[in-house]
């Protein structure tokens, strides 16, 4: 197990993974909750090598497992799919059984959001979904896109020429997903902060310098107004802090 500390509050030494899910639960209010998760560097990068995950280490994926337990639904754009190579279950054996324990789904569905709906019906993401996944898209989205990908997910609208946070946001209650998990990426990120519609915000901060042109997490239009967040926890992971903020 890799080990984590909370320093802020209270300090903990070498958290258990129920501390960690308690934490990580605190203060959520019912009904519709968004929560990102990302990670970027000390100088602000989201990506090394072009993907996320290579920023992180044993720590940041323990914590990023756990995220996923209380969620309804997992959320993450089409760029961050391709990227990142999603399939396959999205949690392990004992994540689903502590899931399952708390009368919960073994597996959340997974939401994938997409304008242009560039997607493969044969990748992973849907051949080897454990559970059928959800396509988020618009009204303008080419129908012969839609058929192609209607096998093999569920094609929701969430508005006309682009994605309505708003419309999203109640599509997915509408089916009983209020606690949303947003994975990224930076412009999934962006839209919901310009919507004014994130609730929290778990950044991991890796310990390196990355340089370069590296996207930063998040990506949204001008002139989005700009939003306090309050921070909840710290926790510690050798050099690598684990921050929470949420909505005040």
């Known amino acids: 197990m890799s080990g984590i500390d909370r320093v802020f509050p209270p300090p903990v030494v070498e958290a258990g993974d129920a501390d960690l899910l308690e934490w990580y639960a605190a203060g959520r209010r019912p009904g519709p909750w968004v929560g990102f998760n990302f990670i970027a560097s000390l100088d602000g990068a989201a990506t090394l090598g072009g993907r996320s995950g290579g920023l992180g280490n044993a720590a940041d994926q323990r914590v990023f497992g756990l995220l996923r337990r209380h969620a309804d639904v997992i959320v993450v754009g089409a760029g961050t799919v391709r990227a990142e190579g999603y399939g396959g279950p999205l949690l392990p054996a004992e994540a689903r059984a502590w899931r399952t324990s708390r009368g919960l789904p073994a597996h959340p569905p997974l939401a994938i959001v997409s304008g242009t709906l560039n997607l493969d019906p044969g990748m992973p993401v849907f051949t080897q979904a454990p559970v059928r996944p959800l396509v988020i898209t618009t009204a303008a989205a080419a129908p012969g896109r839609v058929a192609a990908l209607a096998p093999v997910a569920d094609v929701v609208t969430a508005g006309a020429a682009t994605i309505d946070i708003g419309v999203l946001i109640a599509e997915l209650g509408a089916r009983g997903l209020a606690r949303i998990h947003a994975e990224g990426g930076p ?43 309050e921070l909840a926890h710290i926790l510690r992971a050798g050099s690598m802090l684990f921050l929470r903020y949420v909505r005040g």
């Open 187 to 229: 412009s999934l990120l962006g839209s919901f902060q310009a919507a004014g519609r994130v609730d929290e915000l778990c950044l991991t901060l890796s310990p390196v310098l990355v340089g370069g042109n590296a996207p930063r997490i998040a990506a949204g239009p001008p002139g989005a107004a700009p939003e306090s967040m």
